[in-house]
């Protein structure tokens, strides 16, 4: 079946600084990524969705400076969290469908998800 | 708007069978998908109902009614493993998934 990785699995890193997240479809090409956002005891949140080659889709109320994602093959995305602040601490975890087989009802495949905490 | 209803918490023995209820409003609909999710791990696509009635596989079933909005998972035989978040995610006219925060399922020996 189709697989997603994602890395590093968790982070530690000091609040003003950035953290990269890699998001990798493993064995199938994927031109849209989506990138997820879960806080403790609540529903998945989508924060924006990555176009291969081109500019990704923000949600509303999700700052695309501070939340940059590169989609440059089909096979890669990655989020990076710049000036991260504690209050972006959360399990964050991306997802694809399998391009290969087309059809937009596919299944999400996500990834194990990155747990950032910013101190 | 768009809406996800389901229990927050279901407590089963093991060995039981359960079933966890949802019921959506949505935007169109394009199917809908129910995922599992062990506490602090992504979720996992259990099944995918787009047409009314059943869909078995193995020890767990889908059970779709567009008409009343309602879904519902059915896991048979259930194990300690299967303590997990339920999430039920219909799918809107753009081919957008709808979480919601899921049934937590707490299994007891």
């Known amino acids: 079946g189709a697989v997603v990785s994602q890395h590093p699995s968790w982070v530690i890193c000091k609040s003003g600084t950035s953290v990269k997240i890699e998001c990798r479809s493993l064995?199938?090409?994927?031109?849209?990524m989506f990138w997820y956002r879960q806080f403790p005891k609540q529903s998945l949140m989508l924060m924006a969705t990555?176009?291969?080659?081109?500019?990704?889709?923000?949600e509303q109320g999700v700052e695309k400076d501070k939340f940059l994602i590169n989609h440059a093959s089909l096979t890669l995305s990655t989020l990076t969290v710049t000036s991260a602040h504690p209050e972006d601490s959360s399990f964050y975890i991306c997802?694809?469908?399998?391009?290969?087989?087309?059809?937009?009802?596919?299944?999400?495949?996500f990834g194990n998800g990155t747990r950032l905490t910013v101190t | 708007g768009q809406n996800i209803d389901q229990p927050t918490e279901m407590t089963a023995t093991e060995g039981a069978i359960v079933q966890i209820n949802c019921t959506y409003q949505?935007?169109?609909?394009?199917?809908l998908f129910w995922y599992q999710q062990h506490a602090g791990e992504a979720p996992t696509f259990l099944s995918y109902?787009?047409l009314d009635g059943l869909e078995e596989k193995g020890r767990f079933s889908s059970f779709l009614s567009r008409s009343k909005g309602y879904s519902y998972l059915l896991l048979k035989e259930l194990q300690m493993k299967d303590s997990a978040s339920y999430l039920c995610?219909?799918?809107?006219?753009?081919?957008?998934?709808?979480w919601g925060a899921g049934t937590k399922l707490i299994i007891k020996p």
């Open positions: 997802s694809a469908r399998d391009g290969d087989r087309g059809a937009d009802n596919s299944p999400l495949h």
């Open positions: 064995d199938f090409q994927a031109t849209t």
């Open positions: 990555s176009n291969e080659g081109s500019k990704a889709t923000y």
């Open positions: 949505t935007s169109g609909f394009n199917g």
């Open positions: 109902n787009v």
């Open positions: 995610a219909p799918m809107d006219s753009n081919y957008q998934l709808i």
